[in-house]
T-cell receptor
Framework: GEDVEQSLFLSVREGDSSVINCTYTDSSSTYLYWYKQEPGAGLQLLTYIFSNMDMKQDQRLTVLLNKKDKHLSLRIADTQTGDSAIYFCAESNYQLIWGAGTKLIIKP | DSGVTQTPKHLITATGQRVTLRCSPRSGDLSVYWYQQSLDQGLQFLIQYYNGEERAKGNILERFSAQQFPDLHSELNLSSLELGDSALYFC?????????????????FGEGSRLTVL
């Protein structure tokens, strides 16, 4: 069946770039999403990319999509302490298939 | 504030008991989704309702049931509770019938109901 995989943890220094990676299996996905879950809160859509795009940039966020390898990444430039959260990758064709989430840890 | 309201925020109960979690979706959203988030299993999709009808079913146990009422609020009933049911239960809503069917398929999540089974 469809599956989305992510690393469980990523640790970066404040001010560095964070790159969170995700692989998926459903090549017919229409959209791919990144959701952010801050401590004690629900998930919130951070950004998304349509399947016919290779890249999307929004301020400090860059999403790269490699459809051949079914690989999605989220780059956060100049990582700040407020970026500490769990980041979920999800793919969508009809229903959302979620990754397990990557916990981003910021070191001072 | 996502506009999705969940109650209660915290619930502690004993094994074998039954609880009901309540969700009010964003104003105008027709779809409600229930998710379970536990430490060892990440985010698990349980069930989706659209305008009162069950639309999709995920990894929902037979001990669990849900419904969506005419005013679009939804309830998740958990019965014969076991220790392993301790988790954060999220409700989410969206305007479209399927999460991937809209322009962005964005889900709006509540803050969750934390269930502890002792």
């Amino acid at each position: 069946g469809e599956d989305v995989e992510q690393s469980l943890f990523l640790s970066v220094r404040e001010g560095d770039s964070s790159v969170i990676n995700c692989t998926y299996t459903d090549s017919s996905s229409t959209y791919l999403y990144w959701y952010k879950q801050e401590p004690g809160a629900g998930l919130q859509l951070l950004t998304y990319i349509f399947s016919n795009m290779d890249m999307k940039q929004d301020q400090r966020l860059t999403v790269l999509l490699n459809k051949k390898d079914k690989h999605l990444s989220l780059r956060i430039a100049d990582t700040q302490t407020g970026d500490s959260a769990i980041y979920f990758c999800a793919e969508s064709n009809y229903q959302l298939i979620w990754g397990a989430g990557t916990k981003l840890i910021i070191k001072p | 504030d996502s506009g999705v309201t969940q109650t209660p925020k915290h619930l502690i109960t004993a094994t074998g008991q039954r609880v009901t979690l309540r969700c009010s979706p964003r104003s105008g959203d027709l779809s409600v989704y229930w998710y379970q988030q536990s430490l060892d299993q990440g985010l698990q999709f349980l069930i989706q309702y659209y305008n009162g009808e069950e639309r999709a079913k995920g990894n929902i146990l037979e001990r669990f049931s849900a419904q969506q009422f005419p005013d679009l609020h939804s309830e998740l009933n958990l019965s014969s509770l076991e220790l392993g049911d301790s988790a954060l239960y999220f409700c989410a809503s969206s305007a479209e019938g399927s999460a991937g069917g809209g322009v962005a398929g964005e889900l709006f999540f509540g803050e969750g109901s934390r269930l502890t089974v002792l």
